[in-house]
């Protein structure tokens, strides 16, 4: 693995555990030339997914950029990394196993929305204004009120 300090193609790995509930294997390593040290994550990954934009251009799917959008609709918010870790697999699994390898970008904004409603209301809205494209208070007014509404809703009405 190739250091991110210094560049040099060698480093080595001190400590291997694993991570995500078996999901991933967490490496502690140090390079030997600069000894700097850094964590990397080994993950199952199960196809090469392309993410279709809504342009029609195709994109390498990036688990890094979906943990970075969720990360910014969570950020300040008083949750534990382990769980946004868990969620994040949980959507990356759900797209693996679809069985397709190009999945469209409405597809993965809305299980997100779907996870990030269960998780924690404020990031719910702050992801749906950015996915649903907010132009005016009013849109922050309707999806606050779905989710006021599926709040007030009784569980037989949830299903």
């Known amino acids: 693995m190739r250091c991110p300090f210094c560049g040099s193609p060698d480093s080595q790995v001190k400590d291997s555990r694993p991570a995500e509930e078996g999901g991933a294997i967490r490496r502690r390593r140090i390079c030997p030339d600069c000894n700097g040290r850094f964590t990397t994550f080994e993950r199952i990954q199960l196809r090469e997914l392309v993410v279709v934009k809504k342009s029609g251009r195709r994109v390498p799917f990036e688990r890094e950029k979906l943990a970075r959008s969720i990360h910014t609709a969570l950020r300040k918010r008083p949750v534990e990394e382990e769980r946004v870790e868990r969620m994040i697999s949980g959507i990356v699994r759900q797209l693996e196993s679809t069985g397709e390898t190009d999945i469209p970008s409405e597809a993965i904004g809305r299980l ?28 922050f007014e309707s999806v606050i009120g779905e989710l006021t509404a599926s709040l007030d809703a009784t569980p037989e009405d949830r299903g």
């Open 112 to 139: 997100v929305m779907e996870a990030l409603r269960g998780f924690d209301d404020v990031a719910y809205v702050r992801f749906a204004s950015v996915y649903r494209d907010f132009r005016e208070a009013r849109d």
